[in-house]
């Protein structure tokens, strides 16, 4: 099993990531994906979570109109839309497959004017 995040960087506030994830090694269309930030000092916090198929999605209230979550079962890629983002937004951001317990290293996210 492989999860390889990239996408991250250093943007302002305000601005807009995309994240991906790339996965390999397992079936990507029958597993529910997540990704997961970390920010130092804080323990690790759910950002999104979608279902298999891409139809439903969860978000906590924090990241909640300005993230958004969607997969593309053919190239086994999860991503993560990040808008108007704001500098309690820096943290660590993984990608996560919970039906295998199976994390990635993760991707660096700053946003910092």
């Known amino acids: 099993v492989q999860l390889v995040e990239s996408g991250g960087g250093l943007v302002q506030p305000g601005g807009s990531l995309r994240l991906s994830c790339a996965a390999s090694?397992?079936?990507?269309?029958?597993?529910?994906m997540s990704w997961y930030r970390q920010a130092p000092g804080k323990g690790r916090e759910l950002v999104a979570r979608?279902?298999?198929?891409?139809?439903?999605?969860i978000y906590p209230d924090s990241v909640k109109g300005r993230f958004t979550i969607s997969r593309d079962n053919v190239k086994n890629t999860v991503y993560l839309q990040m808008n108007t983002l704001k500098s309690e937004d820096t943290a660590r951001y993984y990608c996560y497959v919970p039906g295998i317990d199976y994390w990635g290293q993760g991707t660096q996210v700053t946003v910092s004017s």
């Open positions: 090694g397992f079936t990507f269309s029958t597993y529910g």
């Open positions: 979608i279902t298999t198929s891409g139809r439903s999605t």
